[in-house]
């Protein structure tokens, strides 16, 4: 079965980075996009990026420009999300999900979601 | 960005039809995708492109898209329908936005 298992829960202080991974298994990886998702205490879901696991192209969101990087790793099945200059209102859940992608054309409906990973900003 | 919105919150009687709405400039021009978040947990996709229901997905949940809105329709309201629910909108030449969140009560 399709599974997304995401690393464990991160506390970092102002400033720093964190870096998320996200395995996958149970599928063909390069057949499937990777979006991260996050959401922050009590609030609603936020798109941050996706991953092209086909050639490794990137689309971030503009308010994240310049601070995050997507990867992924096609020998290991694992993509990667990391956040710079990490400020207190970055805290949040942080989700991987994947896309199906097709003769050049990909489908952003989210149809597997990993465990999510708490990433907390303290000083 | 493009931004889509949802009432903050919806009641429905057990048995009854929810509809929870996701508005958006000429969102009938994109696709609208359905999630499913109960507390603590990750987001359930329930209905994608507009009316399509994933493998899995009871029958009561149904959606629809046209001019500037989306409507969610859970016919014959369970108690364990009660969560949030979060509309997406995309495109190919947009990327993914997600409404506000609808917290459903059913009560």
């Known amino acids: 079965q399709v599974q997304l298992v995401q690393s464990g829960a991160e506390v970092k202080k102002p400033g720093a980075s964190v870096k998320v991974s996200c395995k996958a298994s149970g599928y063909t990886f390069t057949n499937y996009g990777l979006s991260w998702v996050r959401q922050a205490p009590g609030q609603g879901l936020e798109w941050m990026g996706w991953i092209s696991t086909y050639n490794g192209n990137t689309n971030y969101a503009q308010k994240l420009q310049g601070r995050v990087t997507m990867t992924a790793d096609t020998l290991t099945s694992t993509a990667y999300m990391e956040l710079r200059s990490l400020r207190s209102d970055d805290t949040a859940v942080y989700y991987c999900a994947r896309f199906y992608c097709s003769d050049g054309a990909c489908y952003y409906n989210f149809d597997n979601w990993g465990q999510g990973t708490l990433v907390t900003i303290s000083s | 960005s493009y931004e889509v919105t949802q009432p903050p919150s919806v009641s429905v009687s057990p048995g009854q039809t929810a509809s929870i709405t996701c508005s958006g400039d000429k969102l009938g021009d994109k696709y609208v995708c359905w999630y499913q978040q109960k507390p603590g947990q990750s987001p359930v996709l329930v209905i994608y492109?507009?009316?399509q229901r994933p493998s899995g997905i009871p029958e009561r949940f149904s959606g629809s898209n046209s001019g500037n809105t989306a409507i969610l329709t859970i016919s014959g309201t369970q108690a364990m329908d009660e969560a949030d629910y979060y509309c997406?909108?995309?495109?190919?030449?947009?990327?993914?936005?997600f409404g506000g969140g609808t917290k459903l009560t059913v009560l």
């Open positions: 997406q909108a995309w495109a190919s030449t947009t990327a993914p936005s």
């Open positions: 492109q507009d009316t």
